[in-house]
């Protein structure tokens, strides 16, 4: 699958996306109220504090909710269908949006237990995050 790549990363997510490079997926875990969140943000989703720190996910989640996409949701998908998008959430909380890879569409299922996996590094020098059953 040739997945779309990333834009310009900006100063909240910059951390992130080089950590991709490295094989880590980070989360921001609020200093105030101690909770996970994803995607990169400069305030905690859950209390507004901007006491948001960085730890390395690690790296198992479940699937939450999916959809077989059939057709291309954007064009550079075009001869990649059928493909799972997917919600899977992370063991430390946070949902994270995703594709299910290295597995037959029709086979995931919700509860299905995954663990994480990164395709190549790009010229941008991030890796995407996928998921794969364990």
């Known amino acids: 699958m040739s ?8 100063v909240v997510t910059r951390p992130f996306w ?8 980070l989360i921001q875990r609020c200093g105030a109220c101690h909770k996970a ?10 209390c507004g504090s901007a006491e ?3 730890e390395d996910a690690c790296g198992a989640a479940t699937v939450h909710t999916f959809s077989i996409a059939r057709r291309p949701t954007h064009p550079k998908f075009t001869g990649d269908e059928p493909y799972v ?11 994270v949006t995703t ?3 290295e597995c037959d569409p029709d086979d995931v299922w919700i509860g299905m237990p995954v663990e994480l996996v990164f395709d190549e590094v790009g010229d941008d020098g991030y ?8």
């Open 99 to 101: 594709n299910i890879v």
């Open 85 to 95: 998008v997917a919600i899977v959430e992370l063991a430390e909380g946070p949902h």
């Open 52 to 54: 948001l720190g960085w």
């Open 37 to 46: 969140a994803f995607y990169p943000r400069p305030a905690c989703p859950h």
């Open 127 to 134: 890796a995407l995050a996928l998921f794969r059953p364990t």
């Open 18 to 25: 080089e950590a991709t490079a490295e094989g880590r997926f």
């Open 3 to 10: 997945h779309p790549r990333p834009g310009r990363a900006s």
